[in-house]
């Protein structure tokens, strides 16, 4: 019995050329799965640091609360509205993929697959340029 | 000393022509004339062609030295409308090298022996047109599927995950007598026909990551194998709550993540995907009770 060569998972990932739509909204469905978790840990971290009254504000002003300054701090970087951005992109996608899936899995519009997911992708663009103003809007 | 001399160049010259009669080296020679004569037809052949075509095709042979190591060779072979992979496969096979392996059976679609990984996709070897390709035409083996050698890869765990689904007709009850028919209504028929289309080139396996992920993932092609018969209705209920017990096992249906690799590489138009998401809900079906 010869030798057998195994090709091994660095080949298979080396194809993303060739992958096709179905294959893309899975790894897009996994990724931003997986973004929004992380997004939901980083929730959970920066809301049970800011209960309570700002030790700092409440000496000068008197009771202000740590919520609304750590939120109001958040909101003046650049950054975090970049990533508000960002983070709406990713939930409307996870989103319609899902509604998609959905679908997919009562058997519906199986043949239509593939243009779901573009119609996807276009309507979680057009919803994200639409945000921009909102989110950005002060900013810069 | 002028005999002598004769004599010995005679004995030295019937000493040579002996050695040369040997029948090792007349199939040499013959092997030397035949390789010239097929080298000067291909050249003919090529400059005749109106085009030629360029194969990259994998190779790999674990058994000879310092052809361990996966490369690929290029063959450039005459193009004629009409031509498939498996054609221009056989050509460079028999023109250039005959160490070049592949499978191959009926040229017709229906034995599934010959399915490549060609230009980045699972295709039948004979039903892929040469014309409908971009050169070079990249002819691999499947992929996810350990290579034995050159084309060829290991099957084995492909039909093991066939086998696993019990793809055997098994009714409850046979018709009286025994050349009777075992009848079946057209609507049924039509129903699972797509499903029996199925010809186990294990070009769905290939494509489906998962499969590539989960070795003891069921496979579409084995899926789609528990679909053509626990959906025919000649099969009793109990037979198909057993294949239903079968398919709805963890690395069964649930593992398909609806990529439509499969679906899309089936060179049969089987719409395994499609096949799947029904027998997940045939298997939750079967499992909901309201109590």
């Known amino acids: 019995m010869s030798q057998s060569y195994d090709r091994g998972t660095v080949e298979d990932f080396g194809r993303w050329r060739e992958f096709s ?52 701090g958040l909101e003046d970087l650049l ?27 009562l058997g519906l519009g199986l043949e239509v697959q593939d243009k779901s997911f573009y119609a ?15 989110f950005l809007g002060g900013a810069i | 000393m002028s005999t002598l001399e004769t004599t010995t160049e005679t004995e030295t010259e019937e000493v040579e022509q002996e050695r040369e009669e040997t029948p090792g080296d007349r199939r040499r020679e013959l092997k030397r004339e035949r390789a010239a004569e097929r080298e000067r037809r291909v050249e003919a052949e090529l400059d005749d062609a109106e085009n030629t075509r360029r194969l990259k095709v994998f190779r790999y042979d674990p058994e ?8 690929f060779d290029d063959f450039v072979v005459p193009y004629h ?78 039909y093991d995950q066939m086998h696993a689904v019990e793809p055997y007709f098994d009714p409850d009850d046979l018709p009286e007598g025994e050349l009777a028919e075992q009848r079946q209504t057209p609507e049924n028929r039509e129903y699972v026909k797509m499903a029996t289309r199925c010809i186990w080139c294990g070009a769905c396996m290939s494509s489906c ?9 069921l496979g579409p092609a084995a899926i789609n194998k528990a679909y053509r018969f626990a959906m025919d209705e000649r099969e009793g209920e109990d037979r198909k709550q057993e294949r239903l017990r079968i398919i709805e096992q963890e690395h069964g249906v649930w593992r398909c993540q609806t990529q439509f690799s499969c679906t899309e590489v089936c060179p049969k ?10 027998l997940k809900r045939e298997s939750v079906k079967n499992n909901l009770k309201f109590w």
Request: hydrophobic fraction near 45%; glycine fraction near 8%.
């Open chain 2, 209 to 217: 990551n998962i499969a590539a992920g989960d070795n003891e993932y």
């Open chain 2, 81 to 158: 409308k009409g031509m498939t992979i498996l054609d221009a496969l056989i050509y460079a096979r028999d023109q250039y090298d005959s160490s070049l392996t592949f499978r191959h059976s009926c040229r017709q679609a229906v034995c599934g022996s010959d399915a490549l990984f060609v230009n980045g996709r699972q295709r039948l070897g004979c039903k892929t047109q040469l014309g409908d390709l971009d050169d070079p035409i990249r002819i691999e083996p499947l992929p996810h599927q350990e290579v034995v050698k050159d084309l060829v890869v290991d099957m084995q765990h492909f």
């Open chain 2, 269 to 278: 138009d089987i719409p395994l995907t499609e096949h799947i998401q029904e």
């Open chain 1, 79 to 105: 950054i975090v509205r970049f990533l508000e951005v960002g983070l709406l992109a990713v939930a409307v996608f996870h989103i319609l993929n899902g509604i998609r899936l959905l679908f997919v899995d």
């Open chain 1, 120 to 134: 996807s992708l276009v309507l979680t663009g057009a919803i994200v340029v639409a945000s921009i103003p909102t």
């Open chain 1, 21 to 72: 739509a179905g294959m893309w909204a899975w790894i897009f469905h996994k990724f931003t799965g997986w973004v929004l978790v992380g997004y939901l840990f980083t929730h959970i971290a920066v809301l049970s640091t800011s209960i309570g009254v700002d030790p700092a504000s409440s000496a000068v002003a008197g009771q202000t609360d740590l919520y609304t300054t750590t939120l109001r």
């Open chain 2, 64 to 71: 000879v030295e310092g052809k361990e190591e996966p490369r």
